[in-house]
């Protein structure tokens, strides 16, 4: 990655890198229920300032001692949590190879911090955080809660709030069988919000202008200091 694309990745999200999650459950409730699927996809800048979609990275994830897994979730996402096939990796290992990639990321793009993009955000992020938690991972490489959301996004810019609906009137490719799976709906909720950011890009560029003329610094993001390994 050039230093000029670098530097537009820190300066698009205020020192944040966007990092689409995708979470697949057991359930519902982030303390009680399996995480058992989670993937993370990498978003960059080039150096025209165009956002796209960086590499994938996705783990299946053992469900936790004494955690909950509802029938009804398993039937939507498919998932069998012992299928002998099944290569899971235990939680607190999936959270550190994950974040490892996503410390690289960050340092690669310049940035301080990630900053996590989600479909219904708040439902991933707060299994993530969980997860954190229950791992006693100190270093979370991850903003605790701020995030971005493509379902606020989608219904703001496409009037489509469900991800299908949203990536469909983009015109975005859906594939309702791989649908469920947690690097699939990453790609896609990671196309959207490229999408959407690359449909602002002017009005980014009129702030960025106006920020100028009021004599704000443009931002050179803080050392990083918070993507330390655990």
């Known amino acids: 990655m050039s230093d000029l694309a670098s530097d537009l990745t820190a300066r698009r999200f205020r020192g944040y890198l966007p990092v689409v999650i995708d979470v697949e459950t057991g359930g519902f409730h982030a303390r009680t229920d399996a995480l058992l699927q989670i ?10 300032g165009r956002v796209s979609r960086g590499a994938t990275h996705s783990y299946h994830v053992q469900p936790f001692e004494g955690s909950r897994l509802d029938p009804a979730s398993l039937e939507v996402n498919r998932i069998d949590p012992w299928h002998p096939l099944r290569i899971a990796l235990p ?30 955000a708040a439902f991933d992020l707060g299994f993530l955080n969980a997860a954190v938690e229950r791992c006693g991972i100190k ?12 379902a606020t996004l989608g219904g703001v810019a496409l009037g489509q709030t469900v ?8 015109g975005i490719s859906w594939d309702s069988e791989s649908a469920h799976s947690a690097a699939y709906d990453a790609e896609r909720t990671a196309d959207l919000f490229c999408l959407i950011c690359n449909g602002m890009h002017e009005s ?6 106006r920020a100028r003329q009021l004599g704000w610094k443009d931002g050179a993001p803080a050392p990083i200091d918070l993507v330390d390994e655990d």
Request: proline share 3%; with cysteine; net charge positive.
């Open 91 to 120: 939680e607190e290992e999936a959270l550190k190879q994950l974040f490892r990639q996503v410390r690289t990321a960050i340092r690669a793009h310049a940035c301080r911090r990630a900053i996590l993009v989600g479909h219904n």
């Open 204 to 209: 980014f560029l009129r702030a960025q202008e």
């Open 39 to 48: 993937a993370a996809v990498i978003v960059q800048v080039d150096g025209a």
């Open 139 to 150: 270093r979370n490489p991850f903003h605790p809660f701020s995030c971005f959301d493509t």
């Open 163 to 170: 991800l299908a609906r949203a990536a469909t009137v983009a």
